[in-house]
């Protein structure tokens, strides 16, 4: 009776041990919130993540912070089971497991700006896997971030199907190129796309989280594109066959799942953007890994006023281009190699009506053995007072708009695995960088800075 008495009771508890599908999401982490001072700008900076498998943010173009302005997304491989979506919240240091599972899509995280939703792919091919199984089909997925939050903190997370809701099951002859994108009224998601056979392409950079042979890929395409020995047109052969197409934008209705052409173009669709302030606003670029004969490119959501954003020369390389306020665009115009310097370069906007540029400015860095260094990935304040900037040496500048000056934020952020790709926080007032400067380069760790008050 004893032993059927235990055995009872251990079938009971049994039944109320979580999912095991389910033993991931929700899963709270606990703070790793420390600080700072920097050595040479004297600014304290807050370190949010310090966990040795890397935290990356998503790309400046994106929104990084949920809806209640208190928590940032990120990914991270904590779990080893490959890049998943965690949230951290900035206050209290908390983070939150939001996605589990080999086939999440981490690559492009979109939180919307006016619910607490966040929209990822999930599905088809996974990287590095062996399996003989057909991959799961791809689909565009909608979480509820406020029922997971509130029961993860409360220590009750369910399963995940509780949190999700299926968009749209996307087309087996469709991948991704790109990332997707929210429209500005939040009812469409825009997808960069590619189909046929893979053209053979070089190197390309590894996600800063992932594991295996490709995690140097990173520093193989900096170290190409910035070698000051290699000639223009070596270079330029070199990003032609990396930015062969054809690519293309999908929109996708988020209550329907329904799809629809936007634009097809004989071209590598990379970097799809939405102007946060204007709905149907479209922002992409020609990927190449490094310089483009036509970087920049917008289209309206229906395929029309499909056009060149800014109309480059051949000795500019344009880059990291990133909506910056309702009416403008700010990009970098390289100068990292002696023959750019031949020409103005620097952080720059042009507006998207008038088509009017400016420079805001550029620094000169020594990075020896004949490299160049300067600006290399830049982000607006939202209230327009203020660029930010990442140079090649890993130090991040304020630029003040209404005057030019260049304020040194901070300092010796080694650009690798990745770079820094600072953005504002939604109030203008802090800088969050990924950063690897704890681990001398191994990994990434996400970092805010406050910006100072203006006069």
């Not at 949230?87 to 589990?100: C, N, Y």
């Not at 899509?105 to 619910?115: H, I, M």
């Not at 052409?261 to 992409?284: A, S």
Request: aromatic content about 6%.
């Amino acid at each position: 009776m004893i032993f059927r008495a235990l055995l009872l009771v251990v079938t009971w508890c049994a039944g109320l041990a979580p999912n095991p599908g389910a033993a991931q999401v929700g899963k709270v982490h606990p703070s790793e919130k420390t600080r700072y001072v920097d050595p040479v700008t004297r600014r304290t900076v807050t370190v949010l993540t310090t966990d040795p498998s890397g935290s990356a943010k998503p790309y400046q173009t994106h929104t990084t912070w949920t809806a209640d302005g208190q928590w940032i997304i990120f990914r991270s491989n904590r779990g080893g089971e490959g890049p998943q979506a965690f949230l951290v919240h900035e206050g209290t240091g908390e983070i939150i497991q939001v996605t589990q599972g080999p086939a999440s899509g981490t690559g492009s995280l979109n939180l919307a700006r006016k619910t607490m939703k966040l929209y990822v792919m999930r599905g088809g091919p996974v990287r590095g896997a062996d399996s003989p199984a057909p991959p799961a089909p791809r689909q565009l997925v909608e979480i509820d971030l406020q029922p997971l939050i509130a029961d993860a903190r409360a220590r009750t997370p369910r399963a995940p199907a509780a949190y999700e809701r299926v968009v749209a099951t996307l087309p087996a002859e469709l991948r991704d190129s790109g990332g997707f994108a929210l429209d500005a009224d939040e009812t469409k998601a825009y997808w960069g796309v590619a189909w046929g056979p893979l053209p053979p392409r070089p190197a390309r950079a590894a996600d800063p989280v992932a594991q295996g042979p490709a995690a140097g890929a990173r520093r193989q395409i900096d170290d190409a594109n910035t070698n000051p020995a290699e000639a223009r047109e070596a270079a330029r052969l070199r990003f032609a066959e990396a930015g062969r197409g054809p690519g293309g934008i999908r929109s996708i209705d988020l209550q329907t799942g329904a799809l629809a052409t936007v634009i097809d173009v004989d071209l590598r669709m990379g970097h799809v953007q939405t102007n946060p302030w204007v709905p149907g606003e479209i922002i992409y670029c020609h990927e190449t890994t490094g310089d483009a004969p036509q970087r920049m490119w917008t289209v309206r959501s229906d395929g029309s006023d499909h056009r060149p954003l800014y109309v480059e020369t051949p000795d500019e390389w344009v880059t990291h281009e990133t909506v910056s306020g309702r009416d403008e665009v700010m990009f970098n115009l390289m100068g990292h190699l002696p023959y750019l310097r031949e020409r103005p370069t620097g952080v720059a906007v042009i507006n998207l009506r008038t088509r009017a540029m400016k420079l805001l400015g550029q620094t000169e860095e020594d990075m020896g053995q004949g490299r160049l260094g300067g600006f290399w990935h830049c982000n607006g304040s939202p209230d327009g007072r203020w660029a930010v900037a990442d140079t090649f040496k890993g130090n991040v500048y304020l630029i003040r708009r209404d005057t030019g000056e260049q304020v040194l934020l901070t300092t010796d952020h080694k650009m690798r695995p990745d770079h820094t790709h600072p953005i504002f926080s939604p109030d203008g007032r802090r800088v969050l960088i990924q950063s690897g400067r704890r681990s001398d380069g191994k990994s990434l760790d996400l970092m805010t800075v406050e910006v100072p008050v203006l006069p």
